[in-house]
């Protein structure tokens, strides 16, 4: 007779069979099997977070870093609601996440049993798919298939729903590769044709532009790789979503910066005025595109998405080439190179006139500030952490807000897996947790969260896991002491009326820090900054830099509302001559 | 227009609407109609009728037959979107005029009155198979097939014949001749 396991165990297995480092979890009565067993598998270490929407935004940071999926642990009732922001997070942004969660025994389901709640009801709509385990018989097979829908075709969240009794429940446990291969849901679909077709439109271009975005990065390392040399090949400039930051260098000439509502004005203004878009691993959200009507109003458009659902559901475009960006940029730039087409010179020569206009843009400067000697710059201080850890390998998360689009547009990033941030759901909160799963992942790195004060409070408790498990990471806030993005848009649109954006009471973030049993540094003025900065870099201890910056900055430049691309409202000087007017106020 | 403050866009126009019939085959397991229910409410998606039942109890698949307006390509959207759900094997999608399909939902009518006034409403229905399920000397429950449109003008017109309740099922659909949708 085989040898039976009970459920726990059979988990324990798959984790050990999926290769799984790292779980994130916090205990609870539906749980405690599990967390029983977790003392006999010593490859699998258990992180205890301090709340389970950290667990699942840790979870998001370490899968994000290091591009395999995170692991979570929750229990049943409040420790599933608690991770549902998390696992829509994950969704909003592709992000694979296993999220295993406790449930009371099958026969109270139903009977509103203490710490019940209807987990996979729940978390339907902010899940690629979830399981209740209702037979120990299924959950080797459940748990194996819940990672392979997390990590094929376009990542996201799945949720695996444990009844206490199953945990105890036993079961045969047949390894992996007896087990028949799993069948995946949708394959590449493209073909040679499509390739043809888009390096026809390519040849024929006289004003392409590259618009690539976490697709890129979710595909992995060699996409980048690849979407550098089909870039160098082509000679055709590129801009970058906030997620897909990273994927290409942002030192490099080519690139003219991110683009969208908070875009350069290089990148907006090309994407407006583009004769060829070439969508790769983007989704036409609505923060890049303005006004729809008026996006890209003369370009042929091409996209390229491994979910199909995503072309064609906003901008509608003239390509679409569905399958894996890595595969995509591989045969094209195979079919371009056995064409010998030589691109870099034909077009140069074609282009030029092109690059002659962006250089034109490019002269505005308009990530430009004006700087003070007396206060700190918000910019400068992203600048200046850029310029202070650029020599390392840097990992950065941001919180949302203000903070977060000074963090994409000042600090560069030259490797994709480097910046982690949300940015479909838009979670304050998102940062310090993450920052704390990446870490785990690449223990000796330097990493960084660009925080803001009122979203770090809000997950404020991750510094206790960071301290519990020496992860060295620096929350670098920039306190302005209001919401800063509420405030921007409530004295742009809303007539200066700052209705509860300020936070009158604060605390003091280097005792917080002491308490916290980590390290308090402190910047008030721009005089103090570097030395302030190298000194967090320095410790080798979780840090909060409490960094005093204008409270009156605001982050530009700005695609006002109801305007497209080619309408951006730059900084200070230039908004005295650009005011927003009444129709415009609904975009933001 | 009115000043919005609203942090979104403004509609733009929404085009010509069309009504479809998607047929789902789903496998047949807890919550697969909840999940493709939510999609729709979720994403705003309209249901006009839905109808679930097993076809293939040996492969456990179950066929959802749903009725839906939008626009083309919100259409084009619900169709990719189903097809993402990890239970949803196909989906077909048709034009409620498509010739090539056959589209019938049923109706029960519960008619009261003596036998000529039921005589007068098989007469009524006789385009549409009436079938007399039960009777008594003062009533009848009667089925017919039908399109949706003919099914609510009979149940209009019956009103005056004793029509006292009405039980519908959704559309079901299937592709005339020998081939079947792949």
């Known amino acids: 007779m085989p040898k039976l396991y009970t459920g726990a165990e059979i988990l324990f297995k798959c984790l050990e069979e999926q290769k799984v480092k790292h779980i994130f979890g916090y205990p609870g009565g539906a749980v405690l099997p599990i967390y029983d067993e977790l003392k006999n598998h010593s490859s699998v270490k258990h992180i205890l977070v301090r709340h389970e929407q950290g667990a699942g935004h840790a979870a998001e940071g370490y899968a994000r870093s290091s591009g395999k999926p995170g692991v979570v642990l929750v229990t049943s009732g409040p420790g599933a609601t608690n991770v549902v922001t ?17 449930q009371v025994p099958t026969h109270l389901i139903g009977t509103d049993a203490f710490q019940e709640c209807d987990t996979t009801g729940i978390t339907r709509p902010c899940t690629k798919h979830n399981w209740l385990v209702k037979d120990v018989k299924d959950l080797q097979r459940t748990i194996h298939q819940a990672f392979e829908v997390a990590t094929t075709g376009r990542p996201g969240p799945v949720l695996v729903d444990i009844p206490k009794d199953i945990q105890f429940a036993k079961a045969k446990y ?19 044709i499509d390739i043809d077709q888009l390096i026809e439109l390519m040849n024929k271009a006289s004003k392409p532009i590259f618009y690539t975005g976490g697709g890129v990065v979710n595909s992995g390392p060699k996409a980048s790789e690849l979407l550098r040399e089909l870039v160098a090949l082509t000679g055709f400039p590129i801009t970058s979503t906030l997620q897909g930051l990273g994927s290409y260098p942002g030192d490099d000439n080519q690139f003219l910066g991110m683009l969208g509502m908070h875009g350069t004005y290089e990148a907006n203004n090309a ?28 370009s042929k458009k091409v996209h390229i998405d491994i979910d199909p659902s995503s072309i064609n559901k906003i901008i509608k475009v003239d390509l679409a080439i569905v399958g894996d ?38 002269t505005k400067q308009s990530l430009n500030f004006i700087n003070s000697d007396k206060i700190i710059k918000p910019q400068h201080a992203v600048q200046r952490l850029y310029e202070l850890t650029k020599n390392q390998d840097t990992f950065i998360t941001t919180e949302v807000g203000q903070h977060q689009m000074w963090a994409a547009q000042h600090y560069k990033f030259n490797k994709p897996n480097r910046w982690m941030t949300s940015g479909g759901l838009g979670t304050m909160g998102y940062g310090l947790p993450a920052a704390v799963g990446v870490q785990l992942a690449h223990p000796k790195k ?45 004295e742009l649109l809303h007539e200066k009326n700052y209705s509860e954006s300020y936070t009158e009471a604060l605390p003091d973030f280097v005792k917080l820090a002491e308490a916290y049993g980590c390290v308090g540094v402190r910047a008030k003025n721009p005089d ?6 190298q000194e967090m870099i320095n410790v080798d201890k979780p840090v909060i830099f409490d960094c005093h910056v204008d409270q009156a900055e605001n982050c530009f430049p700005m695609i006002p509302s109801g305007k497209p691309h080619n309408q951006m409202l730059l900084g200070p000087k230039d908004q005295e001559e650009n005011k927003i007017t009444g129709k415009g106020k609904a975009l933001v | 227009m009115a000043k919005s403050k609203s942090a979104y866009s403004i509609p733009s126009k929404i085009g010509k609407l069309e009504t479809h019939i998607l047929v ?11 999940r493709v229910v939510g999609l729709f409410s979720g994403r705003g998606y309209n249901i006009e009728s839905l109808t679930v039942a097993e076809v293939d109890q040996k492969e456990n698949l179950s066929r959802i037959t749903i009725v839906t307006t939008g626009t083309p390509e919100v259409i084009k959207q619900i169709v990719l979107q189903l097809k993402k759900l990890v239970p949803v094997h196909k989906v077909a999608n048709f034009k409620r005029e498509d010739k090539n399909v056959i589209f019938k939902e049923m109706a029960l009518f519960k008619i009261v009155g003596n036998s000529s006034k039921i005589k007068k409403v098989l007469n009524v229905c006789k385009k ?29 017109n019956l009103k005056s014949h004793g029509l006292i309740s009405v039980s519908r099922t959704g559309a079901v659909a299937m592709t005339r001749g020998a081939g079947i949708f792949n």
């Open chain 1, 86 to 102: 998390a696992l829509t997070d994950a969704y909003m942004d592709s992000v694979p996440l296993v999220c295993i969660s406790g």
């Open chain 1, 174 to 192: 047949v390894s992996l590769k007896k087990e028949k291969k799993i069948e995946i849901k949708n394959k590449n679909r493209f073909n040679q």
């Open chain 1, 271 to 298: 994407m407006h005025d583009c004769d060829l878009l070439i969508n790769i691993g983007a989704r036409f959200d609505d923060r890049i595109t303005g006004k729809i009507d008026e996006f890209s109003p003369k």
């Open chain 1, 325 to 362: 960006v890595t595969d995509v940029i591989k045969s094209t730039t195979k079919t371009l190179k056995k064409k010998n087409l030589n691109l870099e010179k034909s077009n140069k020569q074609k282009i030029s006139k092109w690059w002659q206009q962006i250089q034109k843009w490019r």
């Open chain 1, 446 to 490: 330097l990493v960084v969260d660009i925080a803001g004060e009122a979203s770090i409070l809000m997950t404020m408790q991750e510094m206790s896991t960071a301290v519990q498990y020496n992860l060295p990471i620096k929350i670098f806030i920039l306190n302005n002491q209001y919401m800063g993005m509420v405030r921007q848009w409530q």
């Open chain 1, 528 to 533: 103090e900054l570097d030395e302030k900065i």
């Open chain 2, 24 to 34: 789902v085959w789903v496998d047949n397991e807890a919550s697969v109609l909840s």
């Open chain 2, 128 to 156: 549409f198979n009436p079938v007399i399920l039960d009777q008594t000397n003062k009533s009848a429950v009667i089925q017919i097939t039908a399109m949706r449109k003919e099914i609510d003008k009979m149940t209009k």
